[in-house]
Structure formats: structure tokens, C-alpha cells
């Protein structure tokens, strides 16, 4: 017998799951939303964690968390003044990110500023890079976690004494490239990188729970030689695409006090006008206050230092101790906030240092930032440190960190000695492991060469080979950049300096061939491209001509010596290694030497003493230039750069030893040796 339902009973089960259907529906479509919007507004990271999480706390809402009221910032709800200090995360290895905030907030600041450095994270076009010390998200929330607020700074522009002013390399690749400007290629390029940046940027933003209370557009625009509607219209375009991007915090400017009235002109609408200067506070904040009465003043930049030069003395325009206190006290007695750039400076790892010209000549930054920092560039805490801590207690009790905390103590630095570099490899020897040579009718620079699919040489040296005939006399080269030496015939004839036309003579008895011809090599370094001014965006290698007793050689052969991570290793484990020789005079060559490590590592010092001009790798990082003209002459290598066992110490020479090839591993820095020329 069939069972037989009631029909008013079916009619309201249809109606229910009409209901259950609609539901469902419903549910579908919010959790589609939901997926859309965590995809556009948070995502995941590289391992997969969701964006839209700031260590465990979700979004909260999208009202900016740095406001104002009068001449009053309010953070978070509480009225407070931005006690800042600058450290920027890619020059600090990531095992002391928190050691320095730690002692940043020890110190009595409770935020933290630092740039991003484009040509770090972008390297190549469309090739992005946040691990290791790279990790921008991990340094904020190191931050976060030591309850500090963040400024980013997020350029593209940064200057900072970074190579090119933190613009890639590649860009110039672009013959007609115009950088920092309106110029459709830069601004592609730009929105491109800020879309990636950006979504690692918007999650951290203390709207959602996390530390980052402001943003910089672009910096020191108003000092840019440019007019004030394109200014403007730039301006507009890096805040516009910001804000379409999610960025909802305050927007700040940065220039010096000279160039506020143009500042306030282009800056995006809304964005607090900020200042920058080394003396004279007074002065400063009433040129700020001018233009901005009714808005809190805020020193985007005092500089409780400066960066040195090669072949100039150490921290030429510093600040005494003394200065320092009076001029930070000025400051907060007059109601202002600031940023000590540089709280901590860091190092210039790598290839990444920058320049300056001035009066037409090329001044390298060295590979030491320490810059008169308040923190060392390893870190220590200097009388600087305990003047400024003891002032902020004394005059802005009301912001300082609570509870206050203890005065740190410095990290163990350790003597490992010296260390015999026993093998060697002449450059020459290693053209098999660099980039088959591009063949041209004239030299290029390293930018316009078509490697790295089309992006050109970003850094390092370019070896320019051609043959001429062995009855030459005379070499002249125009427009070199940076710094350079010549062989003929594997032998090094002569060293090559930046910018001036020069001209070298040849040996008639060094070219004894019986082809009749003779081989000569160009070897030219980029020392670090220009970060300040109108020459930003300089190309590197030979921008001119070579010229053989007056007349073009029409046959080159250009080679690119990158030194990326690949060509160590390969050149490290294979080549023609031999034993280092007694004499010298060697030309550009790698050496190489390991010392063991018995206990825990700690940090040291490699001196250079001895030798002339070249780079240093320590377990396959480049840590830097070395240059015997002073002032740096130790090289700062942080612990975690070394282990427990066999460390290997790589070096590349550009010209040769004075002395012995050994280095030596002390307990302590050198950094204001007396300039000296060249040897």
C-alpha cells in the first residue's frame, strides 16, 4: 500500500525547501564575496597565510588611524606626538630586525620610518622578491609586535644613498626613458610595481589592526627640476593610484624648508606638508608653519648625521652630542614631532651603495652607513642613544613608550684573526662562467645590453674586449662611469678614472705578437649610481668613445660580470684555481680562503688593509666595496652571515694586493681612516 502525504503537508514542505534552496543561495553568494574581496583586499602571502590577518588581529575598519585635531596627531583615538626613528629593513640582516626596534623603543621612540627600495624588490620586470631581507611584511609586524607604529615610505623614489635612488636599473634600459615624471613608460612601470607592493602594504595598515599609520608620496618632489603642473599632475597620479590601491592612512610630503612653498603647490590634496633639516629648528618649523598654521608639524627628516664619501673624511657633516640634545629639545619644545634619519643606518650590502656629483665630480658612497647614527651600523648604542633617551623622557613623558623600558646592552663582537687567501683566479680565467659576450660596433653601456630578457645590466662590472694592432700607441676613452683598468694582453696597463676624457700610452714591447695584433680589455666598474639631483638615471660602463690613435675600433666584444649568486658558486667550485703568486702585479682577479669557526658566531670586522679596490663575499653575500682611499677600511659582517665550522672568505680585486693576500677579522670597526690617494 503506498504511503500517501497529506497535501497541505506537501505544500509546506515545498515551501521549505523553497526556503532551504533560497538559503543556500544566499550563503553561496556571501561566500563568494567574501572570497573576492580577501583576493582583492588581503589574498594570501607566498606560504599561503591570509593577508587579511595582522598577527591574529582581523580588519577593523577603514577609517585612517593617524588623524589630527588642531596642531594635535591622534593615533589610534589618543593624542600623541610621532617620536620616529629610521631604519630601513634591507640594510639590516632579518635575525636584527627586532634587536634594533627593540632598542628603538628602548631609546623612547614609539614609531618606526623606513623606504622601500624598488630596485630590490623589483629586480628584473615582473619579478618580485619579498624573502629574506626583503621581507617587508615580517619587519612591520616585528614591529607590531613591539607595539610601534610604522611610516612607510614607499618612494618610487627614495633617494636614501641607495643606488639610482631605489629606481630599478632596467628602467634605463629605456633609451628614452624619463624617470620621476609623467613620462607613460615610468608610470606603467610604477603602477605596476605599486599594485604588487600594495597588497602586501593595505593589510598592515593600523585600519585593519596592524602598525602602519602613514605614507609618504614620492620624496623631496618639490626639489625635482621639473614644472609645478607636471609636478602636480604626477603627484596626483602616484596618490590616486595609492588610494584606488587601498591605501586609506594619512599622506605625507618631505622636503626641505626652502622648497615648502612649491611643496604645498603639488602635493596631493589633503596630505600633511613635512620638513627636513639637520640645524637651525627654529627657523625650519617656522618656515613649515607658514605654509601649513593649522595642521601638526612633523620633522620628516632631522639628520643626526651624514654619510661619508670614498676619499673624504669621516662624517664631514655631523652632529656633535651636544648639537644633537639642544636641537631635538628645540624641536619638542616647540611642539613638533620628527624622524631621526637615521636612527640606525645600516650597511650598503652589495652593489647598492649610492653616489653624488658635485661640482662635476663623482663621490661614491662608501659601504658603511653608519652615519653618526644614535644605533651603530652593528648596532651598539652610542652617547647619542643616551643623550636622546634621556631627553624624551625629559620633555615628552606623555608619548614615550609605557612601560618604559631598560637601556639595552650591545651585541658580542668577536677577533677571528687572520685568514690566508691561498688561491686565485684571474677574471680573464672566468668569462666561461659569465653571459656570452654581446658583439657590437661600439661600446654600450651596461643598461642598453640585451640580458636579462631584454632588461639589460643592472650592476656590477662590463669588460669591453677588441683587438687593435700591435703598432698602437694611444688609448682614449671618453665618458667612462665608473671607475675602470686596462689590459693589453692579459696585462694591466692602466687605471681608468669616472667621467673625464682620458688617454693612456702603450707599451710597443708588451705587444710583441706575431699576428700583429694584441688584445685589449676595458674593464669598468658601476661604483654606485647617482641618488640625489638631476643626474639620477645615469647609464654605466663606456657612454662615449674609444678611441685607437684617433681612429674607432668597430669590433667589441661586451662581457657582464654581474657577480649574481649562480656565477659565485660556479666560479668558487670550478675554475682554473692556482696558488696565489709572490708577486702581485696580478690585474683584475678573484681570491679566495676559508677560517673555521669553533664556537657560536659573533659579529666582526674583515680588514682590507693591504689591498685596493674590489668586493667581499663571506659564505657566497656580498657585503660590500672596499677602497684603500679611505675613510671605511673594515667591512661589517654580522653573525648570521657566519656558522659553526668552515666559513669561506671570497674576494674580487680589481688592480692587486699592495702586500700579503690575507685578510684580518677584528673585534672592532675602522671607519675614519685618513683619506689617501690610490696606490
Same mark, same amino acid.
Given at each position: 500500500?503506498?504511503?500517501?502525504?497529506?497535501?497541505?503537508?506537501?505544500?509546506?514542505?515545498?515551501?521549505?525547501?523553497?526556503?532551504?534552496?533560497?538559503?543556500?543561495?544566499?550563503?553561496?553568494?556571501?561566500?563568494?564575496?567574501?572570497?573576492?574581496?580577501?583576493?582583492?583586499?588581503?589574498?594570501?602571502?607566498?606560504?599561503?597565510?591570509?593577508?587579511?590577518?595582522?598577527?591574529?588581529?582581523?580588519?577593523?575598519?577603514?577609517?585612517?588611524?593617524?588623524?589630527?585635531?588642531?596642531?594635535?596627531?591622534?593615533?589610534?583615538?589618543?593624542?600623541?606626538?610621532?617620536?620616529?626613528?629610521?631604519?630601513?629593513?634591507?640594510?639590516?640582516?632579518?635575525?636584527?630586525?627586532?634587536?634594533?626596534?627593540?632598542?628603538?623603543?628602548?631609546?623612547?621612540?614609539?614609531?618606526?620610518?623606513?623606504?622601500?627600495?624598488?630596485?630590490?624588490?623589483?629586480?628584473?620586470?615582473?619579478?618580485?622578491?619579498?624573502?629574506?631581507?626583503?621581507?617587508?611584511?615580517?619587519?612591520?609586524?616585528?614591529?607590531?609586535?613591539?607595539?610601534?607604529?610604522?611610516?612607510?615610505?614607499?618612494?618610487?623614489?627614495?633617494?636614501?644613498?641607495?643606488?639610482?635612488?631605489?629606481?630599478?636599473?632596467?628602467?634605463?634600459?629605456?633609451?628614452?626613458?624619463?624617470?620621476?615624471?609623467?613620462?607613460?613608460?615610468?608610470?606603467?612601470?610604477?603602477?605596476?610595481?605599486?599594485?604588487?607592493?600594495?597588497?602586501?602594504?593595505?593589510?598592515?595598515?593600523?585600519?585593519?589592526?596592524?602598525?602602519?599609520?602613514?605614507?609618504?608620496?614620492?620624496?623631496?618632489?618639490?626639489?625635482?627640476?621639473?614644472?609645478?603642473?607636471?609636478?602636480?599632475?604626477?603627484?596626483?597620479?602616484?596618490?590616486?593610484?595609492?588610494?584606488?590601491?587601498?591605501?586609506?592612512?594619512?599622506?605625507?610630503?618631505?622636503?626641505?624648508?626652502?622648497?615648502?612653498?612649491?611643496?604645498?603647490?603639488?602635493?596631493?590634496?589633503?596630505?600633511?606638508?613635512?620638513?627636513?633639516?639637520?640645524?637651525?629648528?627654529?627657523?625650519?618649523?617656522?618656515?613649515?608653519?607658514?605654509?601649513?598654521?593649522?595642521?601638526?608639524?612633523?620633522?620628516?627628516?632631522?639628520?643626526?648625521?651624514?654619510?661619508?664619501?670614498?676619499?673624504?673624511?669621516?662624517?664631514?657633516?655631523?652632529?656633535?652630542?651636544?648639537?644633537?640634545?639642544?636641537?631635538?629639545?628645540?624641536?619638542?619644545?616647540?611642539?613638533?614631532?620628527?624622524?631621526?634619519?637615521?636612527?640606525?643606518?645600516?650597511?650598503?650590502?652589495?652593489?647598492?651603495?649610492?653616489?653624488?656629483?658635485?661640482?662635476?665630480?663623482?663621490?661614491?658612497?662608501?659601504?658603511?652607513?653608519?652615519?653618526?647614527?644614535?644605533?651603530?651600523?652593528?648596532?651598539?648604542?652610542?652617547?647619542?642613544?643616551?643623550?636622546?633617551?634621556?631627553?624624551?623622557?625629559?620633555?615628552?613623558?606623555?608619548?614615550?613608550?609605557?612601560?618604559?623600558?631598560?637601556?639595552?646592552?650591545?651585541?658580542?663582537?668577536?677577533?677571528?684573526?687572520?685568514?690566508?687567501?691561498?688561491?686565485?683566479?684571474?677574471?680573464?680565467?672566468?668569462?666561461?662562467?659569465?653571459?656570452?659576450?654581446?658583439?657590437?660596433?661600439?661600446?654600450?653601456?651596461?643598461?642598453?645590453?640585451?640580458?636579462? %630578457? *631584454?632588461?639589460?645590466?643592472?650592476? +656590477?662590472?662590463?669588460?669591453? !674586449?677588441?683587438? $687593435?694592432? @700591435?703598432?698602437?700607441? #694611444?688609448?682614449?676613452?671618453?665618458?667612462?662611469?665608473?671607475?675602470?683598468?686596462?689590459?693589453?694582453?692579459?696585462?694591466?696597463?692602466?687605471?681608468?678614472?669616472?667621467?673625464?676624457?682620458?688617454?693612456?700610452?702603450?707599451?710597443?714591447?708588451?705587444?710583441?705578437?706575431?699576428?700583429?695584433?694584441?688584445?685589449?680589455?676595458?674593464?669598468?666598474?658601476?661604483?654606485?649610481?647617482?641618488?640625489?639631483?638631476?643626474?639620477?638615471?645615469?647609464?654605466?660602463?663606456? %657612454? *662615449?668613445?674609444?678611441?685607437?690613435? +684617433?681612429?674607432?675600433?668597430? !669590433?667589441?666584444? $661586451?662581457? @657582464?660580470?654581474?657577480? #649574481?649568486?649562480?656565477?659565485?658558486?660556479?666560479?668558487?667550485?670550478?675554475?682554473?684555481?692556482?696558488?696565489?703568486?709572490?708577486?702581485?702585479?696580478?690585474?683584475?682577479?678573484?681570491?679566495?680562503?676559508?677560517?673555521?669557526?669553533?664556537?657560536?658566531?659573533?659579529?666582526?670586522?674583515?680588514?682590507?688593509?693591504?689591498?685596493?679596490?674590489?668586493?667581499?663575499?663571506?659564505?657566497?653575500?656580498?657585503?660590500?666595496?672596499?677602497?684603500?682611499?679611505?675613510?671605511?677600511?673594515?667591512?661589517?659582517?654580522?653573525?648570521?652571515?657566519?656558522?659553526?665550522?668552515?666559513?669561506?672568505?671570497?674576494?674580487?680585486?680589481?688592480?692587486?694586493?699592495?702586500?700579503?693576500?690575507?685578510?684580518?677579522?677584528?673585534?672592532?670597526?675602522?671607519?675614519?681612516?685618513?683619506?689617501?690617494?690610490?696606490?
Amino acid at each position: 500500500m503506498a504511503f500517501q502525504i497529506n497535501p497541505s503537508l506537501r505544500r509546506r514542505l515545498e515551501k521549505l525547501k523553497c526556503k532551504q534552496v533560497l538559503i543556500c543561495l544566499l550563503i553561496g553568494v556571501l561566500i563568494l564575496f567574501i572570497f573576492v574581496y580577501s583576493r582583492n583586499h588581503g589574498g594570501t602571502g607566498e606560504n599561503g597565510e591570509s593577508h587579511g590577518w595582522i598577527v591574529g588581529r582581523p580588519y577593523t575598519s577603514k577609517l585612517p588611524s593617524l588623524t589630527y585635531e588642531g596642531r594635535d596627531f591622534v593615533v589610534k583615538g589618543k593624542k600623541m606626538r610621532l617620536l620616529s626613528g629610521t631604519i630601513h629593513y634591507f640594510r639590516v640582516v632579518p635575525d636584527y630586525w627586532n634587536d634594533r626596534l627593540m632598542k628603538l623603543k628602548a631609546m623612547g621612540l614609539n614609531t618606526v620610518e623606513t623606504y622601500v627600495a624598488w630596485n630590490m624588490h623589483e629586480p628584473l620586470p615582473g619579478k618580485y622578491d619579498f624573502t629574506g631581507i626583503l621581507d617587508l611584511k615580517q619587519f612591520v609586524i616585528t614591529a607590531q609586535k613591539l607595539d610601534l607604529n610604522v611610516i612607510v615610505r614607499p618612494g618610487p623614489y627614495i633617494c636614501g644613498e641607495w643606488d639610482n635612488g631605489g629606481l630599478p636599473a632596467w628602467l634605463l634600459h629605456d633609451p628614452n626613458m624619463r624617470l620621476r615624471s609623467t613620462y607613460k613608460p615610468y608610470q606603467d612601470a610604477v603602477e605596476k610595481y605599486f599594485t604588487e607592493l600594495f597588497k602586501i602594504l593595505v593589510p598592515l595598515q593600523g585600519a585593519y589592526g596592524g602598525p602602519v599609520i602613514a605614507f609618504q608620496v614620492e620624496n623631496e618632489y618639490a626639489q625635482h627640476n621639473i614644472d609645478n603642473t607636471t609636478a602636480k599632475e604626477h603627484m596626483n597620479f602616484l596618490s590616486n593610484l595609492m588610494r584606488r590601491l587601498g591605501a586609506v592612512e594619512m599622506f605625507v610630503t618631505s622636503d626641505g624648508g626652502n622648497d615648502l612653498v612649491k611643496s604645498k603647490q603639488i602635493a596631493p590634496e589633503n596630505a600633511l606638508l613635512t620638513v627636513n633639516f639637520q640645524k637651525d629648528p627654529q627657523e625650519e618649523l617656522r618656515k613649515l608653519m607658514n605654509v601649513q598654521p593649522d595642521k601638526p608639524m612633523m620633522v620628516m627628516e632631522f639628520w643626526p648625521g651624514w654619510f661619508d664619501h670614498w676619499g673624504y673624511e669621516h662624517l664631514k657633516r655631523d652632529v656633535t652630542t651636544t648639537e644633537l640634545i639642544e636641537r631635538i629639545t628645540t624641536i619638542l619644545k616647540l611642539g613638533s614631532s620628527f624622524n631621526l634619519y637615521m636612527f640606525h643606518g645600516g650597511t650598503n650590502f652589495g652593489f647598492m651603495n649610492g653616489a653624488n656629483i658635485v661640482d662635476g665630480q663623482y663621490l661614491p658612497d662608501v659601504t658603511s652607513y653608519d652615519y653618526g647614527a644614535p644605533l651603530s651600523e652593528c648596532g651598539d648604542i652610542t652617547t647619542k642613544y643616551a643623550g636622546l633617551r634621556n631627553v624624551l623622557q625629559d620633555f615628552a613623558s606623555d608619548s614615550i613608550p609605557v612601560p618604559f623600558p631598560d637601556s639595552p646592552i650591545n651585541n658580542k663582537k668577536a677577533s677571528y684573526g687572520e685568514v690566508q687567501l691561498s688561491l686565485y683566479l684571474k677574471l680573464i680565467q672566468a668569462l666561461d662562467y659569465a653571459p656570452p659576450p654581446y658583439e657590437s660596433t661600439h661600446p654600450l653601456s651596461m643598461e642598453l645590453l640585451p640580458l636579462n %630578457n *631584454g632588461a639589460g645590466q643592472g650592476y +656590477g662590472y662590463i669588460l669591453y !674586449r677588441t683587438t $687593435i694592432p @700591435s703598432t698602437s700607441s #694611444k688609448v682614449t676613452i671618453t665618458d667612462l662611469r665608473d671607475h675602470g683598468v686596462a689590459l693589453l694582453d692579459n696585462q694591466p696597463v692602466s687605471k681608468l678614472t669616472s667621467f673625464a676624457s682620458q688617454s693612456f700610452i702603450l707599451n710597443p714591447k708588451m705587444m710583441e705578437d706575431e699576428s700583429g695584433r694584441s688584445v685589449l680589455d676595458i674593464l669598468v666598474e658601476n661604483t654606485g649610481r647617482v641618488n640625489f639631483g638631476k643626474f639620477v638615471g645615469e647609464r654605466k660602463g663606456i %657612454n *662615449g668613445d674609444v678611441l685607437i690613435d +684617433g681612429k674607432h675600433s668597430e !669590433r667589441w666584444k $661586451i662581457y @657582464s660580470f654581474e657577480f #649574481k649568486s649562480d656565477f659565485i658558486e660556479q666560479v668558487t667550485s670550478g675554475g682554473l684555481w692556482t696558488r696565489t703568486p709572490s708577486q702581485s702585479n696580478v690585474g683584475p682577479s678573484l681570491y679566495k680562503g676559508d677560517f673555521t669557526i669553533s664556537g657560536h658566531p659573533e659579529d666582526t670586522f674583515i680588514d682590507m688593509v693591504g689591498w685596493t679596490k674590489g668586493i667581499v663575499f663571506i659564505n657566497g653575500v656580498n657585503i660590500g666595496r672596499y677602497w684603500n682611499i679611505g675613510p671605511q677600511q673594515t667591512l661589517y659582517v654580522p653573525a648570521p652571515l657566519l656558522k659553526r665550522g668552515i666559513n669561506r672568505v671570497l674576494i674580487f680585486e680589481m688592480h692587486r694586493p699592495k702586500t700579503s693576500f690575507t685578510v684580518y677579522f677584528r673585534d672592532s670597526p675602522v671607519l675614519n681612516k685618513k683619506p689617501e690617494t690610490e696606490m
